[in-house]
């Protein structure tokens, strides 16, 4: 008789759905690691008893291009799913948000967007990166309200500085980003350009 087969973890399923490059990502920010902690303990139990994700702050995690901004926020999801969280996430860059959710025939991007707007956790990759544009200023803007409306934890990376995220996203948006975010800021050299050893 074959032995039973292990039980997939929540870690498990959700490293299927993360890109290769982040299925091992680990958060080492001490503000990250904190709140992933903050959000764990605010999580209501579910079913199984497990908590579930709840209302929370969200980051926003500034830096150059290569610093680690996206390993650290698909860090802090698994931190979340280590931590015994139960919960349902969605990740998306900037740019594939706009493209996902242009208006084309036989497409229903408002369910898209309210999707992506509920989701218990959201991350919302190279804020700012995309063309921008008063289209795309206001799908932002309608993204971004909903969660700072319902306090729904969402990590949010950029390599803007406050003063470039205004300009670009529009002084509703960036007034949002100021009171819904704890601001992690990354540095150092493009960790993607290795010098020859």
Known sequence: MAPPDEPVTALELADTRMPARYRGALADHPQITA?????ARAGRPGPAGAPGIAEGGSLLIVGPTGTGKTHQAYG???ALLSRGVRLRWEAITSADLHARL???AGHDTEREMQALARSPLLLLDDLGAAKSSEWTEDLTYRLINHRYEHLLPTLITTNLPTDDLRAT???RVASRLAEMTERVILTGPDRRRRTPG
């Open 169 to 171: 996203l529009g002084d």
């Open 35 to 39: 709140w992933a902690d903050r959000i």
């Open 102 to 104: 242009r208006p084309r």
């Open 76 to 78: 802090a999801i698994r």
